[in-house]
Protein backbone atom coordinates (compact mmCIF):
# COMPACT_ATOMS: atom_id res chain seq x y z
CA UNK A 1 0.00 0.00 0.00
CA UNK A 2 1.65 3.54 -0.86
CA UNK A 3 2.18 5.95 1.95
CA UNK A 4 -0.23 8.35 0.66
CA UNK A 5 -3.06 5.86 0.61
CA UNK A 6 -2.37 4.52 3.95
CA UNK A 7 -3.05 8.45 4.80
CA UNK A 8 -5.70 8.96 3.34
CA UNK A 9 -6.75 5.92 4.92
CA UNK A 10 -5.85 7.08 8.43
CA UNK A 11 -7.81 10.07 7.75
CA UNK A 12 -10.95 8.58 7.18
CA UNK A 13 -10.67 6.27 10.06
CA UNK A 14 -10.23 9.11 12.54
CA UNK A 15 -13.30 11.32 10.67
CA UNK A 16 -15.57 7.95 10.97
CA UNK A 17 -14.95 7.73 14.57
CA UNK A 18 -15.24 11.43 15.92
CA UNK A 19 -18.48 11.49 13.29
CA UNK A 20 -20.37 8.67 14.96
CA UNK A 21 -19.28 6.17 12.17
CA UNK A 22 -21.17 3.25 13.79
CA UNK A 23 -23.46 0.31 13.05
CA UNK A 24 -25.53 2.25 15.48
CA UNK A 25 -25.21 5.82 17.60
CA UNK A 26 -28.64 6.10 20.00
CA UNK A 27 -29.56 9.05 21.98
CA UNK A 28 -32.44 9.64 23.82
CA UNK A 29 -33.27 13.87 24.21
CA UNK A 30 -36.07 14.73 26.88
CA UNK A 31 -36.94 18.40 26.70
CA UNK A 32 -39.65 20.14 29.01
CA UNK A 33 -41.60 23.47 28.16
CA UNK A 34 -38.68 25.82 29.25
CA UNK A 35 -36.67 23.99 27.03
CA UNK A 36 -34.49 22.25 29.46
CA UNK A 37 -33.78 18.55 29.86
CA UNK A 38 -31.24 15.87 29.06
CA UNK A 39 -29.46 13.58 26.81
CA UNK A 40 -28.38 10.02 27.13
CA UNK A 41 -26.50 8.88 24.15
CA UNK A 42 -24.74 5.50 22.98
CA UNK A 43 -22.39 4.90 19.89
CA UNK A 44 -21.49 1.28 18.49
CA UNK A 45 -18.81 1.07 15.85
CA UNK A 46 -18.40 -1.62 13.81
CA UNK A 47 -16.26 -4.83 14.65
CA UNK A 48 -14.46 -4.28 10.87
CA UNK A 49 -14.05 -0.99 11.55
CA UNK A 50 -12.38 -1.09 15.12
CA UNK A 51 -9.82 -4.34 13.52
CA UNK A 52 -8.84 -1.61 10.62
CA UNK A 53 -8.65 1.75 13.58
CA UNK A 54 -6.10 -0.88 15.07
CA UNK A 55 -3.81 -1.79 12.33
CA UNK A 56 -3.70 1.69 11.14
CA UNK A 57 -2.98 3.10 14.60
CA UNK A 58 0.81 4.79 13.81
CA UNK A 59 -0.89 7.07 10.82
CA UNK A 60 -2.80 8.97 13.36
CA UNK A 61 -2.53 11.84 15.14
CA UNK A 62 -0.18 11.67 18.27
CA UNK A 63 -2.94 12.27 20.51
CA UNK A 64 -5.29 9.34 19.28
CA UNK A 65 -2.32 6.88 18.68
CA UNK A 66 -1.77 5.17 22.36
CA UNK A 67 -5.65 4.79 23.00
CA UNK A 68 -6.55 3.23 19.99
CA UNK A 69 -3.26 1.04 20.00
CA UNK A 70 -4.87 -0.42 23.65
CA UNK A 71 -8.08 -1.02 21.72
CA UNK A 72 -9.75 1.68 23.37
CA UNK A 73 -11.24 4.26 20.67
CA UNK A 74 -13.09 6.78 22.31
CA UNK A 75 -10.76 9.64 23.58
CA UNK A 76 -13.19 10.12 27.11
CA UNK A 77 -10.70 12.95 28.69
CA UNK A 78 -10.63 14.95 25.59
CA UNK A 79 -14.89 14.32 25.64
CA UNK A 80 -15.07 15.76 29.40
CA UNK A 81 -12.79 18.53 28.58
CA UNK A 82 -15.45 19.97 26.01
CA UNK A 83 -18.13 19.34 28.14
CA UNK A 84 -16.77 20.98 31.12
CA UNK A 85 -15.98 24.45 29.10
CA UNK A 86 -20.12 24.98 28.35
CA UNK A 87 -21.75 26.45 31.70
CA UNK A 88 -25.44 25.67 30.29
CA UNK A 89 -23.87 21.55 30.15
CA UNK A 90 -23.28 19.06 32.90
CA UNK A 91 -21.70 15.47 31.69
CA UNK A 92 -23.42 13.05 34.38
CA UNK A 93 -21.81 9.85 33.26
CA UNK A 94 -19.54 8.57 30.65
CA UNK A 95 -17.76 5.48 30.03
CA UNK A 96 -16.67 3.11 27.26
CA UNK A 97 -17.94 -0.33 29.09
CA UNK A 98 -16.73 -2.23 25.44
CA UNK A 99 -13.53 -0.62 23.38
CA UNK A 100 -15.99 -0.10 20.84
CA UNK A 101 -18.73 1.73 22.28
CA UNK A 102 -19.50 4.32 24.50
CA UNK A 103 -22.11 5.57 26.40
CA UNK A 104 -23.28 8.81 28.41
CA UNK A 105 -25.75 11.64 29.53
CA UNK A 106 -25.49 15.05 30.31
CA UNK A 107 -28.21 17.40 31.39
CA UNK A 108 -28.82 20.95 29.80
CA UNK A 109 -30.53 24.31 30.99
CA UNK A 110 -31.31 25.36 27.72
CA UNK A 111 -31.10 23.25 24.64
CA UNK A 112 -30.00 25.61 22.43
CA UNK A 113 -26.94 25.37 23.74
CA UNK A 114 -26.76 21.73 24.42
CA UNK A 115 -23.89 20.90 22.00
CA UNK A 116 -22.99 24.61 20.74
CA UNK A 117 -23.16 28.26 22.34
CA UNK A 118 -25.86 29.38 20.72
CA UNK A 119 -24.87 32.78 22.61
CA UNK A 120 -21.65 33.55 21.36
CA UNK A 121 -22.36 32.91 17.58
CA UNK A 122 -25.67 34.15 17.55
CA UNK A 123 -26.48 31.63 14.70
CA UNK A 124 -28.94 28.46 15.26
CA UNK A 125 -27.13 25.62 15.94
CA UNK A 126 -28.06 21.99 15.68
CA UNK A 127 -30.51 21.97 18.63
CA UNK A 128 -33.17 25.29 18.23
CA UNK A 129 -36.45 25.38 20.53
CA UNK A 130 -39.02 28.47 20.68
CA UNK A 131 -42.40 28.77 21.92
CA UNK A 132 -45.41 30.39 20.33
CA UNK A 133 -48.63 30.70 21.52
CA UNK A 134 -48.31 28.11 24.43
CA UNK A 135 -46.42 25.66 21.75
CA UNK A 136 -43.07 24.15 22.12
CA UNK A 137 -41.08 23.48 19.35
CA UNK A 138 -37.84 21.72 18.70
CA UNK A 139 -36.19 21.78 16.00
CA UNK A 140 -32.87 19.83 14.70
CA UNK A 141 -31.10 20.96 11.99
CA UNK A 142 -28.20 19.09 10.22
CA UNK A 143 -26.35 21.59 7.62
CA UNK A 144 -22.80 22.96 6.83
CA UNK A 145 -23.14 25.61 8.89
CA UNK A 146 -24.58 24.13 12.17
CA UNK A 147 -22.03 21.15 11.46
CA UNK A 148 -19.01 24.38 11.46
CA UNK A 149 -20.66 25.70 14.01
CA UNK A 150 -20.22 22.41 16.01
CA UNK A 151 -16.59 21.81 15.05
CA UNK A 152 -15.52 25.07 15.74
CA UNK A 153 -16.91 24.50 19.19
CA UNK A 154 -15.58 21.03 20.23
CA UNK A 155 -12.05 20.59 19.95
CA UNK A 156 -11.77 17.25 20.08
CA UNK A 157 -14.04 17.18 17.02
CA UNK A 158 -12.46 19.30 14.89
CA UNK A 159 -9.05 19.19 13.49
CA UNK A 160 -7.32 19.03 9.59
CA UNK A 161 -8.12 15.75 9.21
CA UNK A 162 -11.80 16.02 10.07
CA UNK A 163 -11.45 19.49 7.51
CA UNK A 164 -10.50 17.52 5.04
CA UNK A 165 -12.65 14.41 4.97
CA UNK A 166 -15.65 15.03 7.27
CA UNK A 167 -19.50 16.08 5.56
CA UNK A 168 -17.74 19.79 4.77
CA UNK A 169 -15.43 18.53 2.50
CA UNK A 170 -17.74 15.96 1.10
CA UNK A 171 -21.06 17.81 0.34
CA UNK A 172 -20.62 17.70 -3.03
CA UNK A 173 -19.96 14.18 -3.56
CA UNK A 174 -22.73 12.01 -4.27
CA UNK A 175 -23.55 8.96 -1.71
CA UNK A 176 -22.76 6.88 -4.87
CA UNK A 177 -19.06 8.63 -4.77
CA UNK A 178 -18.52 8.73 -1.15
CA UNK A 179 -19.30 4.93 -0.86
CA UNK A 180 -17.15 4.57 -3.57
CA UNK A 181 -14.42 6.53 -1.75
CA UNK A 182 -14.87 4.28 1.44
CA UNK A 183 -14.82 1.39 -0.14
CA UNK A 184 -11.60 1.67 -1.91
CA UNK A 185 -10.00 2.87 1.23
CA UNK A 186 -11.41 0.41 4.01
CA UNK A 187 -12.86 -2.34 2.14
CA UNK A 188 -15.87 -3.51 1.16
CA UNK A 189 -17.66 -4.26 4.13
CA UNK A 190 -17.15 -0.67 5.10
CA UNK A 191 -20.22 0.17 1.94
CA UNK A 192 -22.53 -1.84 3.34
CA UNK A 193 -21.29 -0.99 6.99
CA UNK A 194 -22.45 2.90 6.20
CA UNK A 195 -25.51 2.32 4.18
CA UNK A 196 -26.73 0.09 7.55
CA UNK A 197 -25.70 2.74 9.59
CA UNK A 198 -28.28 5.29 11.21
CA UNK A 199 -28.22 7.62 13.51
CA UNK A 200 -31.40 6.73 16.26
CA UNK A 201 -32.93 9.93 17.73
CA UNK A 202 -35.58 9.42 20.75
CA UNK A 203 -36.96 13.03 21.51
CA UNK A 204 -39.23 12.61 24.50
CA UNK A 205 -41.20 16.03 25.89
CA UNK A 206 -42.53 17.02 29.03
CA UNK A 207 -46.00 17.26 27.46
CA UNK A 208 -47.96 16.16 24.56
CA UNK A 209 -46.37 16.10 20.83
CA UNK A 210 -49.19 17.78 18.64
CA UNK A 211 -47.03 17.13 15.04
CA UNK A 212 -43.92 16.12 14.21
CA UNK A 213 -41.75 16.31 10.72
CA UNK A 214 -39.46 13.98 9.52
CA UNK A 215 -39.66 11.03 12.53
CA UNK A 216 -42.58 8.28 13.50
CA UNK A 217 -44.53 9.21 16.69
CA UNK A 218 -44.26 7.09 18.95
CA UNK A 219 -46.37 7.92 21.86
CA UNK A 220 -48.08 10.97 23.36
CA UNK A 221 -45.08 12.52 24.30
CA UNK A 222 -42.44 10.51 22.18
CA UNK A 223 -40.79 11.01 18.80
CA UNK A 224 -38.38 8.70 16.75
CA UNK A 225 -36.01 9.83 14.15
CA UNK A 226 -33.93 7.66 11.93
CA UNK A 227 -31.53 9.30 10.02
CA UNK A 228 -28.85 7.67 7.66
CA UNK A 229 -25.38 7.94 8.41
CA UNK A 230 -24.86 8.60 4.59
CA UNK A 231 -26.77 11.56 4.76
CA UNK A 232 -24.87 13.05 7.61
CA UNK A 233 -21.17 12.04 6.06
CA UNK A 234 -22.23 13.76 2.35
CA UNK A 235 -24.59 16.14 3.70
CA UNK A 236 -25.44 17.63 0.25
CA UNK A 237 -28.86 18.92 1.69
CA UNK A 238 -30.06 20.10 4.77
CA UNK A 239 -31.60 18.15 7.05
CA UNK A 240 -34.64 19.37 9.26
CA UNK A 241 -36.61 17.61 11.64
CA UNK A 242 -38.93 19.26 14.07
CA UNK A 243 -41.55 18.64 17.12
CA UNK A 244 -44.43 20.58 18.77
CA UNK A 245 -45.85 19.52 22.10
CA UNK A 246 -47.35 21.70 24.71
Same mark, same amino acid.
Given at each position: ???????? +???? %?? +?????? =???????????????? *?????? #????????????? @??? %??????? &???? !? *???????? +??? &????? =???? %?? =??????????????? /??? +??????????????? #??? /?? =??? *???????? @????? #????????? $????? @???? /?????????????? @? &?????????????????????????????? #????????? $?????? /?????????? %??????? !?????
Amino acid at each position: MKKKNKTA +IAAV %LI +IMITLM =SSCAMKQEVFVDKNGA *GSVDFE #INLASYFTEVAVQ @LSD %LVPSGNQ &DTIK !E *GQFFNLKK +IED &DFAKR =SSVT %LT =SLESPRPESLKGTFT /FSD +INDAVTDAGKTKNPG #IFT /FA =SDS *GVSILTVS @LNCDT #IEQLLNENP $SLNNP @LMEN /FGPLANKDLSETDY @L &DMMEYMLGEESRQGIIDSVVDITVRVKGKV #ISQTGGEKL $SSDSVR /FRIPLIKILV %LNKPLNY !EVKFK
